[in-house]
């Protein structure tokens, strides 16, 4: 048995090589709860992705962020296969700024896979933590760990989850164009390499492509962002096993407290 722990969710890092670690958006409450702490707004979201146009390989989720006065609590879950094979994950997630450019984050998961008849189910607690630090306005950089402990999902064959390493970096040319790229090293795989350009062409749209070595694929998609409604669809294709569309929908609502703070901060430099 295993878990899908072992990977990110939304479409948007999807279409980036499923580079996530430096993004700070809804899917930071699972992908990097260092960055989650620079959420500052309520915001849910959704997804379904559609993996190689195989319905029992379907995945589908939801995220949530909640910011309070001193960080951003997040909450996740997400879904793969089907009535006779399925594999959840469940996450509870703090991230909190412990500078203006720094952002740390810690998160308990409850991991569960199912097989119908008469294998019945595991279960596994685990957790992870990352940091992500804006080292200069156009520099990011992010770690991320993954079940640092091994957790053990199963006593058959002492089946373990893989611990994951992510180490990420983003360069931000301009508010219109960035580059982000990550380097992924799991306890069972050889590192993967991971990378991708998000441009926005105007204040709605927004363009992405990306890639990533182990295993070999390209990845693009699009997002559409209006009055905080975003959609985001993205495609990821693997030279053997095809195409894996992948939709989510998102909505940012409330006072959005970075801007609050960022207002505060200029009123305090011109006294």
Not at 87 to 100: N, P, R, V, W
Not at 147 to 170: D, H, L, M, S
Not at 185 to 203: F, R, V
Not at 224 to 247: F, T
């Amino acid at each position: 048995m295993s878990s899908n722990g072992e990977g990110p969710i939304g479409p948007r890092s999807a279409s980036l090589g499923h580079a996530s670690s430096c993004l700070t958006d809804i899917w930071s409450t699972r992908n990097n709860q260092g960055s989650l702490g620079f959420v500052r707004q309520n915001e849910v979201g959704a997804f379904y992705e559609n993996r190689f146009f195989v319905k029992e390989l379907t995945q589908s989720g939801f995220a949530a962020a909640i910011p309070i006065k001193k960080g951003t609590f997040g909450i996740s879950y997400s879904s793969l296969g089907y009535k006779l094979y399925r594999e959840s994950q469940a996450t509870l997630s703090y991230g909190m700024k412990l500078s203006e450019n720094i952002s740390a984050g810690i998160a308990f998961d409850y991991l569960n896979t199912k097989i119908a008849d008469i294998y019945g189910q595991a279960n596994a607690f685990t957790g992870s933590f990352g940091l992500t630090a804006k080292l200069l306005p156009q520099v990011v950089v992010s770690t991320h760990i993954y079940n640092p402990f091994r957790a053990k999902i199963t006593n058959y064959n002492n089946e373990k989850v893989p611990t994951i390493y992510k180490f990420g970096a983003q360069y931000i040319f301009s508010p219109k164009v960035f580059l982000v790229a990550e380097a992924e090293k799991t306890s069972a795989q050889k590192i993967n390499i991971k990378g991708g350009i998000e441009y926005k062409p105007s204040s709605l749209i927004y363009i992405r492509a990306g890639g990533s070595s182990f295993p070999a694929q390209a990845s693009f998609g699009i997002g559409v962002n209006y009055n905080g409604i975003k959609i985001d669809m993205s495609s990821s294709y693997h030279s053997v096993l095809g195409l894996s569309p992948q939709i989510g929908l998102s909505y940012a609502f409330g006072k959005d407290r970075s801007k609050t703070n960022n207002k505060t901060a200029s009123e305090a430099e011109k006294l």
